[in-house]
């Protein structure tokens, strides 16, 4: 087989794991925005601040050492123990969920019926106050995240996809990043739980029917304020598992944020309020954006896939404004 | 702490506006302790401040004359660093230090219409290496275009002399600093007959699967990298990931920190990095910061970047400028120097190794003379390289000279034309 076809194909299979990592960012969006209407601004914040969050227990770091010891003179950085990742994560869900409801009480309660516009300003200042609060309570410097995600090339992958190159010298197997399977796996998991919960239970159904019409929801009883705390909160879950595997990728530090950035052209792509089109979205943006590179980058050079990706999103947007799976609006005037 | 960090850099900043005291030097700096590139401002801005406070505590400050230094948060954005060069230009600040190069190239033509020297040491323009060209800045002891020869240099004697039918891929930041070294790296490939590849990641560099994939293909015999901020270690990962040898990748001076390496565990093990400076603290300055700084309750920042690759550059540069401001008082004889005698002492500043033993940084840094002709110093680099299980850095080569004349060569191409541009005449005939 010839080498453009293979390395075409292996760009294509990349793509698809990628994609699945800008999906796990993209869905965090999706379930805000189709609960309350809001586009979270802090959502690349949220995967951050649950990534610091959860290196800090891990590491027992105690929080807002430095401040404590800027003010008393004291000089504590550790507990002096280390918390298991399996304890780690449920007490980082802990605080995603208590901060949901801190979002709750002190922005979302006071801004009810106010604009989409107002609700995404407050979101933009939520995103600022919570990069400086996990600045202070953890730390600026780079941190080491490890789970327990195996990373590297699949050596297994490799060898048993020798065979296609047909006896091609310059092809030695399909490569793929162990840690993208993984989030294959934890994308597949999430969104089968998301799916179960929205669908089979009676806080799940309650969402959707807040999310169906607001006013209609709130006639037969359904708490508008239990919904948002419930709604960020898995959102902030779901940030947790993006900033795990993401800072698993170049450790956890304020760049983290900004893979939000990367979210934005699949939720064009896929709809701001379906969760399997933030799936199919990601892995579309994921392939594509590979196959463009592999594809032009002799001709125009590299580091295409960042704004190729918008470029595909504006694209969707000329022919389907909504996105692939998102709800057609439709004003009657 | 980035709260308190802001307060401290406000308060910094508003006493500034304030009136200059009637004697004291002021050595403004423009950090970023916030932002995507916090890890790597931050030891930098303390290495520069636990110096110049060490100097103030241990002698006063510079010829009798105390220090006074400003902080200014550009968060590494060039805006705000054009602003706070606004903010303190009026104030006789004796060297701006913008720790960027997006800053620098604004700042050029600034600080030359002002009167007032630059050092970017180790980044900005690298035709500023031309002194005749640039009165005004300075970017000794080394800038990009001699990371990319001595990388080569590095190569050469690692390959025999001969880097024939060799396959070398640069990549790098697709900004103004990445791209610096890919027309010195053409020129090099074209003497040294070896294949020369560049692949562009944008910022920040968070995924770059692309890239490494193509790598992986090409199967180069070596990887050169400037990177910078989340950059360097996703990309030393996805070297681990695709099992790409890490003795053959090298990185700049700037992606050369302990930021870039932890992340990545076992896997950065024996990935190398050029440097300018000597790592570590076995080097008798460090215990006078204990001394005098450290133990005064007096660190800069949280005090724990001491000894870490960024944090030495800082104290580095700190010790050049404060040994520039020396020169200028001898050349003057004043000690109250303004922001003109401290060029003329960058001018003339000459670090012997006698000079840097006496200042406890024997063999930390190549010895070297700046001229009016040559604002760039030695343009000398050794290689450090990591060891995953210890967490050090160590020096694994003695010092490696750049290939001077091809880097003037080149730089006085684009110095001659800055020159003609800005109507700028040559003063190193005057």
Redesign the interface.
């Known amino acids: 087989m010839s080498d453009t076809v293979l390395f075409a194909f292996e760009a294509a299979i990349n793509g698809l794991t990628v994609g699945i990592m800008y999906s796990l960012v993209a869905l965090g969006f999706v379930l805000i925005f189709k609960a309350s209407g809001i586009f979270n601004f802090a959502q690349g914040v949220m995967a951050l601040f649950a990534a610091l969050t959860l290196v800090g227990l891990q590491e027992g770091a105690i929080p807002f050492a430095h401040l404590i010891n800027a003010t008393f003179g004291t000089s504590i950085h550790h507990f002096g123990f280390n918390i298991p990742t399996l304890i780690a994560i449920p007490l980082t869900i802990a605080v995603m969920v208590g901060f949901a409801w801190l979002v709750e009480r002190i922005v979302l309660k006071h801004l009810v019926n106010q604009e989409p516009i107002i609700l995404f300003m407050a979101t933009i200042g939520l995103a600022y106050f919570l990069e400086g609060l996990g600045d202070i309570m953890w730390g600026a410097e780079v941190k080491r995240l490890d789970v327990g995600l195996p990373q590297g090339g699949n050596i297994w992958f490799e060898e048993n996809t020798q065979w296609l190159g047909f006896g091609n010298e310059n092809f030695y197997g399909f490569y793929i990043d162990t840690l993208n399977l993984y989030a294959l796996v934890i994308a597949a998991i999430l969104v089968t739980a998301l799916v179960i919960f929205s669908q089979y239970t009676k806080q799940g159904r309650a969402l959707r029917a807040v999310a169906d019409d607001h006013q209609a929801a709130l006639s037969v009883g359904i708490s508008l304020r239990f919904i948002w705390v419930l709604t960020w909160s898995i959102a902030g879950i779901v940030a947790l598992v993006a900033g795990i595997m993401w800072g698993s990728k170049s450790g956890v530090q304020f760049s983290l944020s900004l893979i939000a950035l990367k979210a934005l052209p699949v939720l064009i792509l896929g709809g701001f309020t379906s969760i399997p089109g933030a799936i199919v979205g990601g892995l579309l943006i994921g392939v594509g954006e590979k196959l463009f590179d592999f594809f032009m980058q002799p001709i125009i050079g590299g580091a295409t896939e960042n704004w190729f990706a918008y470029m595909l999103a504006l694209a969707f947007l000329l022919f389907r404004p909504q996105g692939l799976f998102g709800e057609k609006i439709i004003e009657r005037v | ?4 960090k802001l307060a401290v850099g406000i308060a910094a900043t508003l006493s500034v506006a304030a009136p200059a005291l009637a004697q004291d030097l002021h050595f403004p700096m423009l950090n970023y ?4 590139y ?2 790597g401002g ?1 030891p930098f801005a303390d290495g520069y401040q636990d110096y110049l406070t060490l100097l103030n505590e241990r002698d006063g400050g510079i010829g009798g004359v105390p220090i006074r230094l400003s902080e200014c948060e550009t968060a590494y954005n060039t805006e705000r660093g054009v602003e706070c060069y606004e903010g303190i230009r009026d104030d006789s600040p004796l060297v701006i230090q913008p720790l960027s190069t997006g800053i620098t190239y604004q700042l050029i033509p600034r600080v030359t219409e002002d009167g007032i020297p630059m050092h970017t040491m180790g980044y900005g323009r690298t035709s500023a290496v031309i002194g005749d060209s640039f009165p005004w800045v300075f970017n000794y002891p080394a800038n990009y275009w001699d990371g990319a020869s001595v990388a080569i240099n590095h190569l050469l004697e690692q390959n025999d002399g001969s880097l024939e039918g060799k396959k070398i891929v640069l990549v790098y930041h ?1 900004s103004a600093y990445g791209r610096e070294p890919i027309r010195t790296l053409e020129t090099l490939a074209e003497r040294y007959g070896f294949e020369f590849n560049p ?4 910022h ?1 560099g ?2 770059q ?3 490494w ?2 790598i ?2 090409e199967r180069p015999d070596y990887v050169i990298m400037y990177g910078w ?2 950059m360097n ?2 990309a030393i ?1 996805e070297a ?4 790409f040898p890490m003795e053959n990748f090298i990185g700049i001076w700037w992606s050369g920190s302990e ?1 870039d390496v ?4 076992d ?1 950065a093990d024996g990935y190398t990095a050029l440097t300018f400076h000597g790592v570590g603290t076995d080097y008798p300055v460090y215990d006078e910061i204990q001394q005098y700084v450290v133990d005064a ?1 007096m660190a800069a920042g ?1 005090g ?1 970047q001491i000894g870490s690759a960024v944090y030495s550059r800082g104290l580095y540069a700190a010790m050049l400028a404060s040994e520039a401001a020396r020169t200028a008082q001898e050349i003057h004889g004043v000690a109250e120097i303004t922001p003109a005698m401290m060029r003329d002492g960058m001018e003339a500043l000459s670090l012997t190794e006698e000079r840097l033993t006496e200042l406890g940084l024997p063999g930390f840094s190549a010895p070297f003379n700046v001229s009016c002709e040559n604002h760039g110093g030695s343009g000398a680099a050794m290689l450090q390289q990591w060891d995953a299980d210890t967490g050090t850095w160590s020096l694994i080569t003695d010092w490696i000279d750049a290939d001077r004349e091809l880097v003037t060569e080149l730089a006085a191409e684009d110095a001659a034309a800055y020159a003609a541009e800005n109507g700028i005449e040559s003063h190193c005939d005057m």
């Open positions: 702490m980035k709260m308190m302790r916030t932002g995507p916090a890890p931050i697709n692949l562009a990641v944008d920040p968070q995924e699967g692309s890239q994939l193509q992986r293909r901020g989340v270690a996703v990962q681990a990931n695709i099992r930021n932890l992340p990545v565990g896997g309750g949280n724990d």
